[in-house]
């Protein structure tokens, strides 16, 4: 059994700055800072508000000593590779990418310009960094830890004793979702579990997602975290819901939209720490000597109302650990 203690240790508008020639410098020598995710503006915005709180903490005033440079892919990974470089010809001194598919664009868009990731699933197996301790290069951030996988399954059993077959949806063309669903079912043999994975690419492949899934009847359902799968979470609640499926998810945001469970690092106080990061690097620091980093702080959310409409009753012991009881 896992036990948690040993891993607990904002809307607004988008600012955009005016476009830039691939010669321009920031006027007064104020730095610039590039912001890439594959998010929309309207999904990925509370993560780029955590970073600017964390820049806040550390004294920098968007338009006074450092400027925001902000590319959305609109849930069009495919588009990354393009908005890196754009933010590479505007010369940004530090590149800050959300998630794995941002942060494997910009490091192939630049072997010069610091990046700092965060949300990122095992980084030193996608060949990201070199290591945790000594990333090497250019690239350095915030990752995942990977018992929080294991912790998902086991919160689970709690909430649905005798559970042996759990759907994990997960994207084939994202790394950090293949790693994830592989650490998913590393801690699933331990648990006596099975992961029956269901691949998700793209809008075209929802319906036999969810066709494939109700076939087989699983106990449960998971996703991994991965920003094209967290778009469609209405659609995923939704079908949990009319199925009478047990959910855990990789982020707050499906709880909030109706489904069961989260539990997790926190991302919003993942990109408040990267803050910390580009301070280093803007005051000489380079991405090559800053360890990467994993989560400190984990949070459980638990939705009553989603129970209520599954038929579960929640352990009370499961209720007491949670860190917010959505009614």
Known sequence: MIDRRTFLA????????APLGAEAQPASGVPRLGWLSPASAVDGLPNLEALRAGLRELG????????IE?????????????????????????????????????KRATATIPVVFANVAFPDRSGLVASYPRPGANVTGIAFIGPEYGKRLELLKEVRPGLSRV??????????????????????????????PHKFRGPQDIENVFRAIAAKRPDALMTTADPLIASY????????????????????EYVEAG???????SVPEMYRRAAGYVDRILKGAKPADLPVEQPIKFDMVISLKAAKSLGLNIPQSLLLRADEVIQ
């Open 233 to 252: 979470r209405a659609r995923i609640v939704d079908f949990t819901a009319s199925n009478r499926l047990p959910s855990m998810y990789p982020g707050r």
């Open 259 to 265: 489904g069961l469970m989260f539990y997790g690092g």
């Open 70 to 106: 902000v590319r959305w892919a609109e849930g069009r990974s495919e588009r990354l590779p393009e908005l890196a470089a754009e933010l590479v010809r505007l010369r940004v001194a530090v590149l800050c990418t959300a998630g794995s598919q941002a942060s494997a664009a910009a």
């Open 10 to 17: 904002a809307t607004g508008a988008v600012l955009l700055a």
């Open 167 to 196: 759907a994990l949806i997960y994207n084939p063309e994202n790394d950090g979702s293949v790693f994830a669903l592989q650490e998913t079912q590393r801690w699933a043999a331990d648990l006596k579990v099975k992961i029956e």
């Open 60 to 67: 920098y005033v968007e338009g006074r000593n450092i400027i």
